[in-house]
């Protein structure tokens, strides 16, 4: 699988900004799809992850943030609004097989490249 990731940009706090990720393969719908972010200088954080049918959130983006794909279109977007300041990072989208408990515990076997996302105070 082969993931590019799109739609990063300088947004001011308060607004909304849509990611999408493009993946390669016929499989694309067996597998979990995921939203990390990484900010300067800290490490790689979970967002957001999709199974068909199932969602789960950080706790940091629940209610701002949704994740969706399009398995026709092999596609995962992640629409983010009420944007804040912290949340400006490089956002990579993942791909890994469903476990069985969840998607808490999806091990990502393949990342897409980072998509740059800045939130302006």
């Known amino acids: 699988v082969q993931l590019q990731a799109s739609g990063g940009g300088l947004v001011q706090a308060g607004g909304s900004l849509g990611l999408s990720c493009a993946a390669s393969?016929?499989?694309?719908?067996?597998?979990?799809m995921g939203w990390f972010r990484q900010a300067p200088g800290k490490g790689r954080d979970f967002v957001a992850a999709?199974?068909?049918?199932?969602?789960y959130y950080a706790d940091s983006v629940k209610g701002r943030f949704t994740i969706s794909r399009d398995n026709a279109k092999n596609t995962v977007s992640l629409q983010m609004n009420s944007l804040k300041p912290e949340d400006t990072a490089v956002y990579y989208c993942a791909a890994g097989p469903v476990p069985l408990w969840g998607l808490r515990f999806v091990e990502y076997d393949y990342w897409g490249q980072g998509t740059q996302v800045t939130v302006s105070s």
């Open positions: 999709m199974s068909t049918g199932s969602t």
């Open positions: 393969g016929r499989t694309f719908s067996s597998y979990a």
